[in-house]
Structure formats: C-alpha cells, structure tokens
C-alpha cells in the first residue's frame, strides 16, 4: 500500500465513522437485525449440518415459525448459502442444504 | 442537457410499458422525450408479471427489449429514481420540476456488477419487487433485469460498515450523494402513472391479509415468474408445494364495500391464465376459480376461456362469503354453489388466490391539474373518440392511468397517446406566424428563433 492509498484509507475510515455518529440511532437498530439474523442463519446452519431438510423439519428443529424459515432460506438461497435438493418422500416440500461456500 | 435543465419536446410521466412505448413512438419520430421513473428501474408493473394473455408469451421477453430501447435511445434521456414534484405552463407548454433522489452509487460509474450486494451483511424483504418473500441487500440493484443497472442503498437500514466502498471495482459507492433538482421544458406531456391493486388484506372476510396461505394475484405472479422469490409455486406459509389452488373473483372490484364499484376487466383472464400456468407447473394440483361471472372481451380471449375448461380447471359459479383456515394453516372457503341450488359449502384448499382489481396508481390533479373521474382514474371527456385526450390541452394519458385496461389496450393507447402528442406539437408548430417569402430581415428572425 502506497502513502497516498493509506492516506484515503484513513479518510474513509474517518467518514465512515462520522456517518456512523450522525445517524447513531438508526445504525443501531440496524446493527440489532444484523445480530439477530446472525444468530438466525447460525440456527439453521446448525440445523442444516446433518443433511438436506424441509422448511417444517427446521421449523421444529430451530423452533421459528415456517414462514420465517422459509423466508431465511429462501434469502440464503438467493446469495448462495443454501442450495435446493429436490422434493422430500412424500413429494410436498422442498429440500435445503448448506452449499459447498458455507460447508468449507 | 445542463446540469439542472433539460428542453424536451415531450415529458413522459412513469416508465411501465405504457410510458415506455409512447416515448419509443415518439423519440422513433425524431421528437425528444424526457422519461421520468420514480422507481429505480423502469419496466413498471409488466416486467413483474409471468405470461401475458392470450398467447402465453413471456413478459420479460416483451418487456426487457423495450427497457433496453427506451435506455438506449438516442432522443430519450432517462430519468429514473426521480419524481415530478410540480408542474407549470409557460408560453411553449410546460416546466416540470423533478426531484431526482440519491442511491448513494454514482449512476454514471455503477457497472451493475453486484460485487457490493454480495459482500452487503444485511438482508432486507424485498418488498417493492417480491412482495417480502425474499430479500434484497442494503446495497443492491433492484432486480436482475433492472434498466438501469445501477445499484442504491437503503440508507435506513445501513450500518456504514464500508464493505461496499472496498469491493466496488469502479469506486461507485457515494454516501454523500444529496437530492438534486432539475428543470424540465417540454411542449407536451403524457401522464402513464399506472395503477395500484386493490389491497388484498382490506377485507375482514376473507382474512384481512392474516392468513398465510390467501395471497394476490400479483403475488402468483411472481410465483409463476422463473425469476420469482422461490423459482417454483410454494404456499408462503411453509413452502408446502401446493395440490389444491383456489382463485377468488371480483376479490376487490365491483365490491362497493371497498368502494370499488367497477369491474377491473383483467382479473378474470389473468385468473385464467394464472390457472393454466399452474397446470403447467404443478400437474397433479386440482385447480378451482370461483366467479360471480366470467368477462372475457377481448380477441381469442373467450377461447382461452374454453381452452381452461378443457385443461380440467375446475369454474365454480359462487361468491366467496369467508375465508379461514384450518390448524394446518389451509384456507377454509365458504361459497354459495349457485349451480348447486345455492348450497353453502366450505371446501379446504392449499392456496387461494385474490384476484384483486385496479385503483389508480396516483392522482395527478394537484401537479398537472388534470382532473380525475369518479373512481380516481384521468377524466377523458371523449373517451370513444380520443381516448387519451386529457381536459388540458398538450396533456395526454395513456394506459391504466386512464382506467383498468389489459396490457394490449395499454400498448394501443400508448401509440394512440403519442400520435396525438406529435400531432399537438404539429399543429402548435403550423399555427405560428407565416414568414412572407419577400421579407428577408423577418426570415432570418424566424431562423434564429428555430434555430
């Protein structure tokens, strides 16, 4: 890294800051949904670890309504953490996995 | 164009298909058009949708194209995340001042590539594209064929982490972007708001939008659509493939208790078409539409009709009186058959469908002083001879702005809407004063002036 290159990395850290003070409230609350689904993700993650699951099967297993689950793994899905394994036995719901990103 | 100013010969007002296509006729003419979109991206309602009726086509197969002439255009500039905040009329028409609102990512700069969406740790629901079944990043573009490709950030809901700023190739990332005003002249407008549907959760009866398996019909849509939320039908309650669908009519037109007193005209073929999609999709499903009565007007509309009822999809001739659900989270219906000497039943489903009609997507009195008729929609005073013919002289509407219509009739009025906004500015153009062919000095006045 050049002086000039540490320079502009000092200053946008700085602003960054700045932003992060002047609107302190509203980064807050932003912060809390990210713990929050943080600790969501990790949840499923877990529940994910011992092989492909139904949105029920993880909603009894993490205790989230079905609606979430289906909705967090559907986001996840989206950005590649989750990959879609065809349909259960009964061929009524959707099987979720981890992908190989998130597995390594 | 300055920085603050733009001269146009005509300002579009919203970019769903209707405006789209009126300012393609227009700048194809040689006219200049500024288009205004106060979404991030244009496409509208349309390039949300899945197929369109009669001819199953795709839509983002019709609608894409049109996105990337509209961007591409030589006479078009475009102006997206912008609204028109106030309107004046001056000698040669109209001034519009447009609020242009930052996305916080330099739009020149922007490539699309969506390194900072990736990188992004907060998900949001997506609720302007999917209706909050999945979700997008703080920092995101707004969908995968958003024109333009251009990514903003939802300040609220940012904790100025910085990860974007570093994983931006082309350094795009701006937080100190502010709102910026611009000026726009034009010699006519054309007014292609669109339209709103009817809420879905405004009726107790049928769940009041409790219910986690009773959802719209412009949410199917996305359901329906290979870029949807899930890439295939799940019920949202618990991603449970449905066996049973269920559509219900007139879920918010002709309905005076939500003071929807018209008949929306699309919602019993896109129900239909709905219905044959998902026989596509889910083979096995039994497939039910309750209807007060079935509205097909339009060319080889009636046969698509005849063509449902050959595929199996089941017509129940019924008003639904209530919707609950069941401890499984299914949808109770109870229906009076009427062609079963009106019997009250109550039949179990897996997903039912409100097929919800059109409001007026915004009223435009106050900005462009174009009255509404009684139901919200633009008033045409000669809607059988000039149907895109406001009450103020250089103002056209054109599509649902007007009045419900299907997405044929929104194409047609918007060729009708731009034919009548170039013939205004012909007419205006020959009613200036005639230059005497023995009068030089005044010739060269002329010159100057159109110059």
Known sequence: MTAKERDEAKKQTEMLAALRKQHSDQVKQAQALLKEQQNVRKTLRGAMKAGPRTVPQLAEATGLPSAEVLWQVTAMKKYGLVIEEGLNEDYEYYLYALSEEVKR | ?451
């Open chain 2, 1 to 451: 164009m300055s920085d603050n100013r733009l001269d146009v010969d005509t300002l579009v007002v919203g970019g769903g298909i209707a405006g789209m296509q009126a300012s393609l006729d227009l700048a194809d003419q040689g006219y200049q058009v500024a288009l205004v979109e106060r979404d991030p991206s244009i496409g509208g309602k349309m390039i949300g949708l899945s197929k369109v009726f009669p001819t199953l086509d795709c839509c983002s197969c019709i609608t894409t194209p049109k996105m990337a002439a509209v961007a591409h255009h030589d006479n078009i500039p475009l102006l997206t995340y912008s609204e028109v905040e106030s309107v004046a009329s001056n000698k040669n028409g109209f001034v519009a001042q447009v609020l242009r609102k930052p996305r916080y990512v330099q739009e020149e700069d922007c490539t699309g590539c969506r390194s900072c969406e990736l990188v992004c740790p907060i998900d949001l629901p997506d609720d302007e594209n999917e209706f909050g079944r999945t979700s997008h990043r703080v920092i995101y573009v707004p969908f995968t064929t958003a024109v333009p490709q251009t990514a903003l950030i939802d300040l609220d809901h940012c904790i100025y982490c910085g990860k974007c700023i570093k994983a931006c190739p082309p350094d795009a990332i701006d937080f100190t972007q502010q709102p910026e005003h611009l000026e726009i002249e034009a010699k006519t407008i054309v007014l292609a708001t669109g339209y709103e549907v009817t809420p879905y959760d405004a009726k107790k009866e049928y769940g009041a939008g409790k219910l986690g398996n009773v959802i719209d019909a412009l949410m199917m849509e996305r359901l329906l659509a290979p870029t949807g939320p899930y890439g295939r039908v799940l019920r949202p309650s618990d991603g449970k493939q449905p066996d049973s669908i269920a559509y219900v009519q007139c879920a918010g037109s002709r309905d005076l208790t939500l003071g929807v007193s018209y008949c929306s005209r699309v919602c019993c073929m896109y129900a239909i078409k709905q219905a044959m999609l998902l026989s596509g999709a889910l083979p096995m499903a039994d497939i039910t539409i309750y209807y007060m009565d079935i509205r097909t007007f339009g060319k080889g509309y009636e046969q698509f009709y005849q063509n449902a009822k050959t595929m199996g999809i089941e017509f129940v001739k019924g008003k639904v009186a209530r919707i609950t659900e069941d401890e499984n989270q299914n949808p109770v219906v109870r229906v009076e058959l009427i062609d079963e000497n009106s019997r009250v039943a109550e039949r179990t489903h897996d997903l039912v469908v409100l097929s919800v009609g059109m409001l007026p997507g915004w009223n435009p009195q106050a900005t462009f002083g174009v009255p509404v008729a009684e139901a919200g929609f633009i008033q045409i005073p000669d809607c059988n001879v000039s149907p895109t013919v406001t009450t103020q002289p250089g103002i056209y509407a054109t599509g649902t702005a007007a009045g419900p219509m299907d997405i044929v009739d929104t194409i047609m009025t918007a060729g009708a809407a731009a034919a009548e906004a170039a013939a205004y500015m012909q007419n205006h153009k020959e009613q200036e004063p005639a230059v005497p062919e023995a009068a030089p000095a005044m010739r060269d006045k002329r010159s100057t002036v159109h110059a």
